[in-house]
């Protein structure tokens, strides 16, 4: 799978992200203030492209396992142990905004859109708990769709081991570290899990993407379906077909 090529210059003290109109190439240009981030400061639509606007979309209610209403209920089941536990350092907003994302990904795939061609991401949080919605999740999941192409290397980090986020239930982050460390190294503690052994990576692998598009992220009180934590529209900017 071909990938669009992005020239970065810069331009005024910002980095402009160019990026001619070929067969796999968006025809937008983005410029971000540092390569590191993760949306762009604003983008140029040319006079004749052509743009699709999505409507805002909610995750699907794929586990019957969880109440109705309960957030639980818009997670994919086959992320669960057999605890009905989502993965180490895995929320619940991340899980759905994964879901969310790969729908959208297909919606495009329908009309046949890349996902590189989303110039506008809008996304409407919910309060995920008492420490309101919950924005790391949503851009765990946003990175394993874009701006996850390192442009020193121009290595994918999807290629990059899985990293947890949270220590483990009831311990603090030193006390894990603490506890790791007295341990005897074993297969189980010295292993390392890459995205190909993981079940986020097997239903959810994303895709190499340099887009950096503009992002409005929004935290909202209430979502039109109970249990729902997280609806994304986007807006792909394209040429004519």
């Given at each position: 799978?071909?990938?669009?090529?992005?020239?970065?210059?810069l331009?005024?003290?910002?980095?402009?992200?160019?990026?001619?109109a070929?067969?796999?190439e968006?025809?937008?240009?983005?410029?971000v203030?540092?390569?590191?981030?993760?949306?762009?400061?604003?983008?140029?639509?040319p006079?004749?492209?052509?743009?699709?606007?999505?409507?805002?979309?909610?995750?699907?209610?794929?586990?019957?396992?969880?109440?109705d209403?309960?957030?639980?209920?818009?997670v994919?089941?086959?992320?669960?142990?057999?605890?009905?536990?989502?993965p180490?350092?895995?929320?619940?907003?991340?899980?759905?905004s994964?879901q969310?994302?790969?729908?959208?990904?297909?919606?495009?795939?329908?009309?046949?859109?890349?996902?590189?061609?989303?110039?506008?991401?809008?996304?409407?949080?919910a309060?995920?708990?008492?420490?309101?919605?919950?924005f790391?999740?949503?851009?765990?999941?946003y990175?394993?769709?874009?701006?996850?192409?390192?442009r020193?290397?121009?290595?994918?980090?999807?290629?990059e081991?899985v990293?947890t986020?949270?220590?483990?239930?009831?311990?603090?982050?030193?006390?894990?570290?603490?506890?790791?460390a007295s341990?005897?190294?074993?297969?189980?503690?010295?292993?390392t899990?890459?995205?190909?052994e993981?079940?986020i990576?097997?239903?959810?692998p994303?895709?190499?993407n340099?887009?950096?598009?503009t992002?409005?992220?929004v935290g909202?009180?209430?979502?039109?379906?109970?249990?729902w934590?997280?609806?994304?529209?986007i807006?792909?900017?394209?040429?004519e077909?």
């Open positions: 799978m071909r990938h669009p090529r992005t020239a970065a210059l331009t005024g003290g910002a980095l402009l992200l160019t990026v001619s070929c067969a796999d968006a025809v937008f240009s983005s410029s203030s540092e390569e590191t981030d993760v949306a762009a400061a604003g983008i140029s639509v006079a004749d492209a052509s743009i699709f606007r999505s409507s805002a979309t909610g995750p699907e209610h794929l586990n019957y396992m969880a109440e209403d309960d957030p639980m209920a818009f994919d089941p086959d992320l669960l142990d057999d605890d009905g536990k989502l180490e350092g895995m929320t619940v907003t991340e899980a759905q994964l969310v994302l790969s729908q959208l990904q297909d919606l495009l795939t329908d009309r046949k859109l890349k996902l590189y061609e989303v110039g506008t991401v809008r996304v409407y949080l309060v995920d708990g008492r420490d309101g919605a919950d790391d999740g949503w851009e765990r999941a990175r394993r769709y874009f701006a996850n192409i390192d020193d290397t121009g290595r994918s980090l999807l290629e081991p990293e986020t949270s220590a483990s239930a009831g311990s603090s982050a030193s006390e894990s570290a603490s506890e790791s341990q005897e190294p074993t297969e189980s503690s010295t292993e899990t890459t995205p190909e993981s079940p990576s097997e239903l959810y994303g895709t190499d340099r887009t950096r598009p992002i409005v992220t909202v009180a209430q979502q039109p379906v109970e249990g934590l997280v609806q994304v529209e807006e792909a900017v394209h040429g077909s």
